[in-house]
């Protein structure tokens, strides 16, 4: 099973960015669909974006033109590049994996294994 390490997160401004990095532990990382989710205090756990093993990217309506999320399978990572930041992205991110087919990249349940967070605070 993959083992994942999140990192990147921190405090930005209003209109800043931030990218996310997220290191896989397996060489067979390319064969898995890759996703980035936050939770938010108090709320729910909620689908940011997702690349899938073979390229296909898909993004939450709230973040799609601002965030990018893209692998680099030689290096056994996947990015998630925020700009445009606002005080509502503000949430613990996290990356997961997993072998999801087509209907349920943005279905948390889909993805087997996921790293321990990093913090994103949004604040002037």
């Known amino acids: 099973q993959v083992q994942l390490v999140e990192s990147g997160g921190g405090l930005v401004q209003p209109g800043g960015s931030l990218r996310l990095s997220c290191g896989a532990s397996r060489r067979t990382f390319s064969t898995y669909d890759m996703g980035w989710f936050r939770q938010a205090p108090g709320k729910e756990r909620e689908f940011v974006a997702a690349v899938r093993s073979l390229g296909n990217r898909y993004y939450a309506d709230s973040v799609k033109g601002r965030f990018t999320i893209s692998r680099d399978n030689a290096k056994n990572t996947v990015y998630l590049q925020m700009n445009s930041l606002k005080p509502e992205d503000t949430a613990v991110y996290y990356c997961?994996?997993?072998?999801?087919?087509?209907?349920?990249?943005?279905?948390?349940?889909?993805?087997?294994?996921w790293g321990q967070g990093t913090q994103v605070t949004v604040s002037s």
């Open positions: 997961a994996a997993g072998q999801t087919g087509t209907s349920y990249y943005s279905s948390d349940w889909a993805y087997d294994t």
